[in-house]
Nanobody, 128 residues
Framework: LVQVEESGGGLVQEGGSLTLSCTVA??????????MGWFRQAPGKEREGVAC????????DVIASVKGRFTISRDNAKELLRLQMNDLKADDTAMYYC???????????????????WGQGTQVTVSS
């Protein structure tokens, strides 16, 4: 049984920062063998891919709307994924989900279909 658990969400003012964390247990070949991603879903909107990081952490990408503000990172020794979010905006308000990919690499477009294990989400609310 694969368990994915996010933490670190909360309420923050615009311009503030939050760091989301994600732990994963039970992956068949271990945390370090899979790409990892962050997704978010705002009320009334579809879930969108925010960031993806390759299994070794040497390559990552974020969507254009958060580029320069969000950073995805991983510590394979600790089996930990992070999303550092700076200069938060009201539009960043959403439920944020951590997900483990079925592959070790990230595709050019961050798609749900690439990921097969999901957490329950952590809420991020940015007040204006």
């Amino acid at each position: 049984l694969v368990q994915v658990e996010e933490s670190g969400g909360g309420l923050v003012q615009e311009g503030g920062s939050l760091t989301l964390s994600c732990t994963v247990a039970g992956l068949r070949f271990g945390f370090g063998d899979y790409a990892m991603g962050w997704f978010r879903q705002a009320p009334g909107k579809e879930r969108e891919g925010v960031a993806c990081i390759r299994k070794d952490g040497e390559w990552s990408d974020v969507i254009a709307s958060v580029k320069g503000r969000f950073t995805i990172s991983r510590d394979n020794a600790k089996e930990l994924l992070r999303l550092q979010m700076n200069d938060l905006k009201a539009d960043d308000t959403a439920m944020y989900y951590c997900a483990a990919a079925a592959t070790s690499w990230c595709y050019a477009e961050i798609r749900e279909s690439q990921f097969n294990h999901w957490g329950q989400g952590t809420q991020v609310t940015v007040s204006s």
